[in-house]
């Protein structure tokens, strides 16, 4: 009797490990993409974790105001926001850059971008790793809308489908 209780037993436990198995999985959700944002940056952090899910390159870092004036000594103070996140350079580059310039101060804000890819360029020409190089030479620089869009990072094609993606206008 004891050993059908213990065999009846161990029957059910091996039913419900079974059963468990079988629990229905959710979709993650798809991104919005009626969602409107006009340089609220409402969008950006899901556009950037998606962009750099994959980017294998070790020193990423986010970019802010201060930072960039601290790593490529550019004046800031024509732009009202910062978003984008960069490399340290040690392990290559993958860059994506966005900034929001103050009303009138478009064409200041664009030569901030400038700036920042040519000292890239400058700075891996010395060096280059992993075509660093080329990758900032080649830089990307056009406007998203509100934002001003600096890209050196490898499928910029891609990159820029999904910040259309994540931030429409």
Same mark, same amino acid.
């Given at each position: 009797m004891?050993? =059908? &209780? @213990?065999v009846v037993a161990s029957l059910v436990v091996l039913v419900l490990f079974i059963f468990q198995g079988?629990?229905?999985t959710y979709p993650l959700p798809e991104p919005? +993409?009626?969602?409107?944002s006009t340089a609220t940056g409402e969008g @950006?952090?899901?556009a950037l974790d998606a962009i750099y899910f994959n980017?294998? &390159? =070790?020193?990423?870092?986010d970019a802010t105001a201060e930072r960039l004036e601290a790593d490529f000594g550019v004046d800031t103070s024509c732009l009202s926001a910062v978003y984008g996140?960069? +490399?340290d350079g040690r392990f290559g580059i993958a860059d994506v850059i966005l900034v929001v310039p103050k009303a009138g101060q478009e064409t200041a804000a664009r030569d901030l971008l400038v700036t920042i890819r040519s000292s890239r360029a400058s700075l891996f020409s010395n060096y280059d790793i992993y075509g660093s190089s080329e990758l900032a030479q080649n830089g990307v620089i056009y406007t998203l809308g509100d934002y001003h869009v600096l890209l050196m990072i490898d499928n910029t094609e891609e990159v820029r489908e999904l910040l259309e993606q994540y931030i429409p206008v």
């Open positions: 004891r050993k =059908l &209780i @213990i079988f629990q229905q919005e +993409t009626g969602r409107q @950006i952090a899901d980017v294998p &390159i =070790l020193g990423v870092q996140r960069y +490399t």
